[in-house]
């Protein structure tokens, strides 16, 4: 098994790997070119993230600067919103639902090290990471490797999410927690208690 099956089997690989430096520095050419491009060149811009991208549904938007490992495993559906400076450590897949926004200086990150010091020296992990339709993740996030993120949740600014966060709810902190359901009632309001 090559170092790179064993990166997407979620097993122990070693990360400077020739093949999988190579194909780092392939998409970091592409990053380079969508991070230097001029603000109107919107098509340059949409034809980078195709070519970055291992699949993309339409309008799928980020502003620059992104920062990837592989790019070939992320997966985005329709009406992804990336705002300013997100990363996404790809070394396994990075799954991301339909009408999905992201806000500034969020880590999408499915890259992880063994706890170990020693074992460190030796190999890294990595485990898939699945964000669901219709969820908004707040400024400064971090998502750790393994999570998943159920439809319709928000995960509050500056939250660190270490593990699964249930459909429809709003979760927030470090570690993130559930902190209540999105209910019927939050259709009346479009910030804290201001109504529509």
Known sequence: MTEKEKMLNTLPYVGW???????????RELVYDF????????????ELITRIFGSRKKNAYMEPPFHCDYGYNIHVGENFYANFNLTILDCNRVEIGDNVLIAPN?????????????????????????????VWIGAGVIINPGVTIGSGSVIGSGSVVTKDVPPMVVAAGNPCR???????????YYFKKMKF
């Open 17 to 27: 790997d020739e093949e999988l430096e190579e194909e780092k520095a392939r998409v």
């Open 35 to 46: 991070n230097n491009s001029r603000p109107y060149e919107r098509e340059k811009r949409d």
């Open 106 to 134: 969020v880590t999408i990150s499915a890259a992880g090290h063994p706890i170990h010091p020693e074992m460190r020296t030796v190999a890294e992990y990595a485990a898939p990471v699945k964000i669901g339709d219709d």
């Open 178 to 188: 559930v902190l209540r359901e999105i209910t019927d009632e939050d259709k009346q």
